[in-house]
């Protein structure tokens, strides 16, 4: 096995055990992350993304469970499916997203990682019907887009 598919594999098992640290453990100083709700993060912001959304899981640890497959990786790329079930915090629903990441290294850690997902698919189950009407359009997009970003600035104004 590829040492940057033991990378993926240990940010997975990380995720999987709630642990922020060895998440953050696994990135480049210089991370870029991206998905459709949190887009162009970089360095401390990715880190400080995944400790928010941990504290948040931490809450109902119950309705957690994340499974990871496919993890393939050579020495610049790499490429895993992770599947996520968890309670969204804002509403109370419960979601299933399903997600294809892809990861680039660097001096042995992950300085890319891009995550992918249905956002509409997403929207309807975070939302409800809000999302139903509402979850296809650019503007519900950039709107969840803004609510996330001023929680992670939130976020770090707290947590230094």
Same mark, same amino acid.
């Given at each position: 096995?590829?040492?940057?598919?033991?990378?993926?594999?240990?940010?997975?098992?990380?995720?999987?055990?709630?642990?922020?640290? #060895?998440?953050?453990?696994?990135?480049?100083?210089?991370?870029?992350? /991206?998905?459709?709700?949190?887009?162009?993060?970089?360095?401390?912001?990715?880190?400080?993304?995944? /400790?928010?959304?941990?504290?948040?899981?931490?809450?109902?640890?119950?309705?957690?469970?994340?499974?990871?497959?496919?993890?393939?990786?050579?020495?610049?790329?790499? /490429?895993?499916?992770?599947?996520?079930?968890?309670?969204?915090?804002?509403? #109370?629903?419960?979601?299933?997203?399903?997600?294809?990441?892809?990861?680039?290294?660097?001096?042995?850690?992950?300085?890319?990682?891009?995550?992918?997902?249905?956002?509409?698919?997403?929207?309807?189950?975070?939302?409800?019907?809000?999302?139903?009407?509402?979850?296809?359009?650019?503007?519900?997009?950039?709107?969840?887009?803004?609510?996330?970003?001023?929680?992670?600035?939130?976020?770090?104004?707290?947590? #230094?």
């Amino acid at each position: 096995m590829h040492a940057n598919e033991i990378l993926i594999q240990k940010f997975y098992t990380n995720f999987q055990q709630l642990d922020a640290e #060895g998440m953050k453990a696994c990135y480049h100083d210089e991370i870029a992350f /991206s998905d459709p709700a949190f887009p162009d993060l970089k360095g401390k912001e990715a880190g400080a993304m995944w /400790s928010m959304l941990i504290s948040a899981l931490k809450n109902d640890p119950a309705g957690w469970k994340l499974e990871f497959s496919n993890v393939q990786a050579d020495d610049k790329r790499g /490429s895993c499916r992770w599947e996520a079930h968890y309670t969204f915090s804002l509403t #109370g629903r419960k979601v299933h997203n399903i997600i294809d990441a892809t990861f680039e290294f660097n001096d042995g850690k992950i300085i890319t990682h891009t995550d992918t997902f249905d956002f509409y698919r997403w929207s309807r189950m975070a939302f409800g019907f809000t999302g139903v009407l509402l979850g296809w359009t650019p503007f519900f997009r950039k709107k969840v887009q803004g609510t996330t970003r001023k929680r992670l600035a939130g976020f770090l104004k707290r947590n #230094g």
